[in-house]
């Protein structure tokens, strides 16, 4: 007999059963894949269709073990979100009825599948929402381990309604967040990161709804950007309402907003019950945080409150854009979701890159100030073929090290493996995967500081999709500036 994985989520008789994909072994990395909901019919217990429905779906037969657990969903009052755990009857095999339904079922062990099914429930909930606004959830979001879902989070919610900060995780990098319309809470972030008053936050929120709480009704395009890309690592500038306290905008008329698609940020915010204000949790000018422990090093007693839920997925911030006229979509600052993906979702509207007309018509200041940077020097490499990259490298590698300087190399996998295994390397990741450069890249330059490196080298990436938002994050770290 095999155990089959399948979360199953029972609300007002609709049952949704979640199967776990083929990417979530070994590190728990992936998300559960959906089979569609059926019904609970009248008189039927919730097991006994949960046995029909799994026979229809993947013609197989299953004996439901026993329910791992039962909560109730925070999004939908009274619900309750049940795991069940089956096995299979018999040697029936799984046949391909449905193959996309199919094919995504993970065979694990007992062990492992109760973590599972425990560690899903957050995932349960960005997909429900994901669900609500017609999407599916993206391919990389994180688990979270099982010790991070028993932190409080009703208890960090509570904290930020009664004005504390807190930080917390994001699909990007971690924030800090404090009750969007308390001004003097959000006054205490701008001095815990010693910020500029002149930088606006970002507001988080947690639903549809709740955007209309901080910003003005919205026209075509501002609307069609949130139902296709929220929860998502997008910020859209909106016009700002008068609740939102002038500190948090730093005196524009836009308010940027953004719902992210983390399942402990989605939890916390509903648990904030609260729109909340939130920068990137670094000190100014530095890399923004990926990890919890990233936060803690940074922070410490200034910011005792940290909902820890490890790395981040994407590892580059939110893209903040402006929709203008319902014709013209600006990138005021480059993130996450790439032009060219912008682009490909809106094919008949302009889709730019912010100019310095467009800065003046709506200051984005976080472009200005010195950003990313790690203590060291940083010295961006020319984008040269491998072999002549490597050629200057060793040449620039031995120089510093003749000057004194502590030197780190930080490039791909494939570029390492060319140099010789004396220097001091960070990998970025394969070059194969821009994204895992993306979400590598902070953590990287962080570490630079750790280990009190006086010299990066690092690599150029060509300015396509993600590479473009890596380029633009490695010159800003380069540069020698102010603030
Ligand atoms: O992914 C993210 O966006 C992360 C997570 C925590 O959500 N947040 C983040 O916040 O990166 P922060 O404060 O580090 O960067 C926000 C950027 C800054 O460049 C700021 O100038 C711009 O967004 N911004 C925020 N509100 C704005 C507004 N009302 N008008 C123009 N620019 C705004
Ligand atoms: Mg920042």
Same mark, same amino acid.
């Given at each position: 007999m095999e155990s089959i994985v399948l979360g199953v989520i029972i609300h007002e008789g609709r049952i949704v059963i979640q199967k776990l994909t083929e990417e979530v072994r070994p590190d728990f990395r992936g998300v559960p894949a959906v089979m569609p909901g059926g019904r609970v019919k009248d008189k039927e217990r919730p097991e006994d269709a949960v046995v029909r429905k799994i026979k229809k779906d993947l013609g197989i037969d299953v004996l439901v073990? !026993?329910?791992i657990a039962t909560r109730e969903h925070p999004l939908i009052p009274g619900s309750s979100v049940v795991y069940y755990f089956c096995t299979v009857m018999g040697s029936s095999k799984i046949q391909n009825k449905n193959k996309e339904k199919a094919s995504s079922v993970q065979w694990v062990d007992i062990a492992t599948a109760i973590i599972l099914m425990l560690t899903l429930y957050s995932q349960v909930l960005a997909f429900l929402i994901r669900h609500i606004y017609g999407k599916t959830l993206p391919q990389n979001v994180t688990l979270p381990k099982l010790e991070w879902l028993s932190q409080d989070i009703s208890g960090l919610g509570k904290k930020v309604r009664e004005g504390e900060l807190v930080a917390f995780p994001t699909e990007t990098v971690y924030g800090i967040g *404090?009750? *969007?319309?308390n001004a003097s809470a959000v006054a205490r972030i701008f001095e815990v990161k010693n910020r500029p008053a002149d930088n606006p936050l970002i507001v988080h929120v947690f639903s549809l709804e709740a955007i209309e709480r901080v910003a003005f009704g919205f026209d075509e395009l501002s609307s069609a950007l949130v139902k296709r890309?929220? %929860? !998502? %690592?997008i910020t859209v500038l909106l016009a700002k @309402?008068? @609740?939102? %306290?002038s500190i948090v905008t730093a005196g524009s008329p836009y308010v940027g907003v953004r719902i992210p698609s983390h399942g402990l940020a989605l939890e916390f915010l509903s648990a904030s019950a609260v729109p909340v204000a939130a920068p990137s949790a670094?000190?100014?000018g530095k890399p923004s945080a990926t990890h919890h422990d990233h936060v803690i090093e940074a922070f410490g007693e200034q910011l005792p409150n940290v909902l820890r839920a490890g790395k981040t997925v994407f590892g580059l911030e939110s893209t903040v854009v402006l929709p203008q006229n319902n014709e013209r979509l600006v990138i005021m600052r480059q993130g996450a979701i790439s032009q060219e993906e912008l682009q490909k979702s809106f094919p008949h509207v302009e889709v730019a890159i912010a100019t310095s007309v467009d800065l003046k018509h709506a200051p984005t200041p976080g472009s200005k100030y010195r950003h990313y940077a790690p203590t060291g020097k940083v010295e961006v490499l020319p984008l040269l073929p491998k072999n002549r990259l490597v050629a200057r490298v060793e040449r620039l590698y031995r120089k510093a090290l003749s000057q004194g300087e502590t030197v780190a190399i930080l490039c791909t996998t494939e570029v390492q493996q060319l140099l010789p295994t004396s220097f001091t390397v960070l990998p970025l990741g394969s070059e194969k995967k821009m994204n895992a450069v993306a979400s590598n890249l902070y953590s990287t330059l962080i570490e630079c500081d750790a280990r009190r490196i006086t010299k990066i080298l690092i690599q150029s990436f060509s300015e396509k999709k993600a590479g473009r938002t890596i380029m633009e994050r490695i010159r800003r770290a380069s540069e020698i500036g102010i603030s």
């Open positions: 073990e !026993g329910i *404090a009750d *969007a319309f890309f929220m %929860p !998502g %690592p @309402n008068n @609740n939102v %306290p670094n000190k100014s």
